[in-house]
């Protein structure tokens, strides 16, 4: 047999035939994963196909090395996705073949290079070749990707392969195992025969036998008795020092010799004399009276000899005697303790409470401090059986969710989910037509894509359902665990590679049959998909950003294509392109277009009476208005008094600002120098806890210096400009603001599926009065919504369709948008009418937004638009410097040294027409101090008069220059 296979190298175009070998005849099929060799190393591979005829063409064929997975990694639907992604997207077929693997299961293979002899130096000989000697010097042996870290975007590879040519380095392939496994924990059980007899008794003949242990067992099966010291040594074999020293552990006494008395006739009888004589002889019935109260041996006292002499005591002379000093117990954990067996012996307890089940050997040993070579001579005895038992590594095995049922549907509902029902009972090449649901936010999109699941499952087949990003996967699991429980699965980036691995494994197993995550879920091994859901399907996350380059959505209607699956898009503002397919057909659409307020009482028909809310209105605040009227705050009144009014109700309110850090950056107020990453020339962001610069671009980081590096100068505080600093500064502006959380989005890998889970249930509980944010998702999962934001955009002219995306949203479902936690957490908010939605764009790309979003939007419904102040452009800005004003958002005493109002409450973006010309001195009118000391400020003074529509203010990082 043979077999095309795949081969895990970078780049690589086309695969290669392979001999099957004997052992794996039969064995092997499409999507197994195997090592082979490939050139002078070994790689490994992925079969594509299996045929017992040779291919045309070939002489000579390698073998196939090994099986490194029982079962196919791939099914034969996976590897029509992977060819249908290469062909897309024009990238390698393996690119797109790892897609759908684990971390840690695909290893690619690498070399180790070791210096020999040092080369004699030449002509040829440049500064990279002495770089590399000089790491392996250093560092010894190097593999290829430790080389690649060490001297990144360098082209070391040949430098080393003319010394390895040369003999002065050694080049040895290497082929690393699989990262991850599964995983097994060892468990101890007690045996029947353990079981079936005296526990105690079996406790007692563990350890080393010793004369010591072998007294004391002794005088533990004759307590209460007191055996003859001489006799017990003699059965025990204990000599007299072994004797001492466990009198001087306290664990026995040696009784010394006495003259004894008993009784020698019955008690009646002595009774009777006792009665006739008692007091013809009183030191002999005195004598007698003791031994019938003590029925039992005693010390001879006067009158001991008269009564022997009347044959009614025996008198003797007892030996040595040994008597234990304490309880039975405490000479059993001693005689333990004697044969070393104290340890063993409690491991048989502990393992006698469970009723004879298995226990983790980890946890056993945890308790009782047991060894692994102790427990296999338990084993050995019999007494106990190890066994091992696969561990898995669930994500959500601590996630603990109330069952759910099904909703009530809305008569707008009841009409989509039919639409969705035909699209199950239609034949296959009817069914792979996407379903485009365009609804509103909480107009109950999710209850449509759990009875598309339910469906599914029904019929017996999987489900996958795709989220933008993996902040939105927690709530989003929940919704699904509450309904289906004990079937979901969560796989993404974020997880450990052991949870990954096993997540995966379970869902190919079976076990798990609905997949939720990021488009990474997409590639889930699921043996049948019968519906693939896409929420958020407009979302500008679904691209994927490497190779290959691809966009989930796309990916998802195909795989629906060829898996005959129904494929659901789901948006409240789908984009331009699902907007066109559906008006021609392409897609079906269907339509939720009133927001789900609550359910009163279902009817006689059996559809429930619902009650819709209004979208609330949004506000665009100018604020150059708020600049003349003197509000100088990064907060506008508008703002303010709405953030009061939520207060005041006992609401809460989302305040999401687009920055991260407690600084957007650190400036001198003297020369204006910005601190900048000199590897990427941007300016350092200003973080706290620990205190530290840190670049967003290249995550460089350094220490805050205590001086201007340029000037020297001590006057260089931080602006406060990031929403660490500006949740902090609006905490003590808003009335009655007492209470508040800031979410950050944290881009250090987080293990867990819940990424923001502090934030989300302190909202949920009411312990924060508003909450700032600067990603989406983040928000409270449940109360009044006070804000809808946008999140940080990206540069290029890529994330422009994305901007003006966001701003139509806004204003088609009403700006401020209830949050998608709370949209996955239940029913929709109260959101108040004057609630607010903060943002921020650049100038000339936040005109442009506006111009084809915003306004052609209904302008009743733009009415609380607002983001925070920013320079009004870096021609201003820079024209400023020379004055030491470096950015918005100073104070009024330092903006005064400038003398540039402009600088005073932030920028405004004025029309062409109306920006300032040139200052050829900013320095004389610093100098001047006046109120309006440029022609910016002038200008604000009398108002632009431009009539151009109320402009969004942006933050921006503006270095300034002279």
Known sequence: MYAEILPNVPSLTHSFHYL??????????????????????????????????????????????????????????????????????????????????????????????????????????????????????????????????ALPRVAWRPVLERLVRNGCVSKTALLDAPAVQVRHAKTARLTVRSRGQGLAAVQLQLGRPSASAALLAQLIDLWPGQPELQAAQTASGCTRAQVLRLVERGVLQVLPQAAVMALAVPAPVAAAWLAAHAQAQPEAGAALAELLAANGALPQAAGAAQLAALGLAHCSTNPQCLRLTGTVLQARAQLLE????????????????????????????????????????????????????????????AVQVAPDAALALTDEQAAVWAAVHAAFEA????????????????????????????????????????????????????????????????????????????????????????????????????????????????????????????????????????????CILGSAT????????????????????????????????????????????????????????????????????????????????????????????????????????????????????????????????????????????????????????????????????ARCALGRRQHAPARRACCHPAAICSACSGCVDWHADDCKGAGPAAGDAGGRGVRRHRPGDAGLPRQRARVQ????????????????????????????????????????????????????????LWARGAPGGAACARRCAAGGSANAGRSAASAARCGCGHHRAGAVLLPARERPAPLADCAARRAARGAAGCATARRLARGSGSGEPAVMQRNANVKCAP
């Open 20 to 149: 099957v070998p004997p052992v794996l005849a039969g064995t092997l099929r499409a999507g197994h994963l195997v090592v082979v060799p490939f050139g002078k190393q070994r790689v490994q591979g992925v079969v594509l196909a299996v045929a017992a005829d040779a291919p045309t063409g070939v002489a000579e064929f390698k073998a196939v090395e090994a099986l490194l997975d029982a079962e196919p990694v791939l099914s034969a639907e996976q590897l029509g996705l992977a060819q249908w992604l290469a062909r897309e997207t024009r990238a390698a077929l393996i690119e797109c073949v790892n897609l759908m693997l684990p971390p840690g299961l695909a290893q690619r293979a690498d070399a180790e290079y070791q210096l020999l002899r040092e080369p004699v130096v030449t002509a040829r000989a440049g500064a990279l070749q002495q770089r590399v000697l000089a790491l392996l010097r250093e560092r010894g042996a190097l593999r290829g990707r430790q080389l690649q870290r």
């Open 338 to 397: 004697l044969r070393g067996a104290t340890r063993r012996a409690q491991a048989l307890a502990e393992l006698a409470l469970h009723a004879g089940g298995p226990l983790p050997v980890a946890l056993l040993r945890e308790r009782t401090g047991v060894t692994l070579p102790e427990l296999a001579q338990l084993a050995e005895l019999g007494l106990i059986d190890l066994d091992a038992v696969e561990v898995l590594h669930d994500p959500l095995a």
């Open 427 to 566: 034949p296959p090449p009817r069914r792979i037509k996407p379903l485009l649901l365009h609804g509103v936010t909480g107009s109950g999109k999710t209850e449509i894509y759990l009875r598309a699941v339910a469906e599914a499952l029904r019929r017996g087949r999987g489900a996958i359902v795709l989220v933008p990003e993996i902040a939105l996967t927690p709530q989003t699991v929940r919704r699904f665990m509450a309904r289906f429980a004990g079937r979901v699965a969560v796989l993404h980036s974020r997880l450990t590679p052991n949870e990954r691995y096993d997540s995966w494994r379970r869902v190919r197993s079976g076990a798990l049959d609905v997949v939720i995550g990021p488009r990474s879920a997409l590639f889930a091994p699921l043996r049948d998909v019968g519906v693939i859901v896409v929420d958020e399907a407009h979302d500008q996350a679904y691209w994927q950003d490497s190779v290959p380059y691809y966009h989930a959505r796309t990916a998802a209607i195909e795989r629906a294509r060829q898996c005959a699956a129904v």
């Open 574 to 737: 789908p984009d331009v392109v699902d907007s066109f397919r559906a008006q021609q057909g392409a897609y079906t659409l269907l339509s939720l277009p009133r927001r789900i307020l609550a359910h009163a009482a279902a009817t006689g028909t059996g559809a429930a009476a619902a009650q819709y809310a209004p979208l609330p209105p949004v506000h665009v605040v100018d604020m150059r208005h708020e600049l003349r009227a003197g509000n100088r705050s990064i907060f506008s009144r508008l703002l303010a008094s709405q953030l009061a009014q939520v207060l005041q109700r006992g609401e809460q309110a989302i305040l999401f600002l687009n920055r991260r850090g407690q600084a957007t950056y650190v400036f001198c107020r003297d020369c204006g120098h910005v601190l900048q990453c000199p590897r990427c020339n941007i300016a350092y962001t200003f973080h706290t806890a620990p205190e530290r610069l840190l670049c967003h671009h290249c995550n460089a980081q350094r220490a805050a210096p205590a001086a201007c590096p340029k000037c020297q100068s001590c006057a260089h505080p931080p602006l406060w400009a990031g929403h660490g600093g500006g949740g902090v500064r609006a905490a003590g502006g808003v009335p009655r603001c």
């Open 809 to 864: 949203r806004a204003a088609a479902s009403g700006g401020a948008r209830r949050p998608r936690a709370a949209r996955r957490a239940g029913g929709a908010a109260n959101l108040p009418t004057g609630t607010l939605c903060h943002s921020g764009r650049s100038r000339a790309r936040l005109r442009r937004v506006l111009q084809a979003g915003a306004g052609a939007a209904p302008q009743s419904r733009l009415s609380a």
